[in-house]
């Protein structure tokens, strides 16, 4: 019928309207509003991307999640990311450095034991007698 309404079909009713808004009675099909930097309203095609507005009760007890709440999320997420990074990168180079510990055919072959039966940290390798 020309008029702008509200998902729930009540009218809307702003002022301040931009002079370059088409005549709402030349609309056909799904229109939206959104409001400009210089706060005038401006008829828009729906598939545009923009800011939306939505209507609310005055009695409503519907919050929104603080601004903050999706930086401390993805603080969390980078957080767990960088620490499973770190993990990996050491348990790699644990595995690099113990199977270095058994040189190719070429050099020759080293056996590694415990040195400090208290703690096993740390390794004692020793060159065998074997092939060269």
């Excluded at 998902?7 to 009713?13: A, E």
């Excluded at 999706?70 to 990168?89: E, L, M, P, Q």
Aim: a neutral charge; one cysteine or more.
């Amino acid at each position: 019928d020309g008029t702008l309404a509200w998902l729930g079909g009540s009218k809307i009713h702003y002022s301040k309207w931009s002079e370059e808004t088409m005549n709402a009675d030349t609309l056909i099909g799904d229109y939206c509003v959104s409001m400009w930097i210089d706060g005038t309203w401006r008829i828009a095609h729906c598939y545009e991307r923009r800011g939306f507005i939505c209507k609310k009760l005055q009695d409503s007890s519907i919050t929104c999640f603080p601004e903050h709440w999706n930086v401390k999320r993805h603080h969390f997420i980078i957080s767990i990311a960088v620490a499973s990074t770190v993990v990996i990168a050491i348990f790699t180079w644990y595995l690099l450095k113990r199977k270095m510990c058994f040189s190719s055919p070429n050099i020759q072959r080293l056996q590694c034991t415990q040195y400090s039966p208290e703690t096993d940290e740390a390794q004692l390798c020793i060159p065998t007698a074997g092939e060269n």
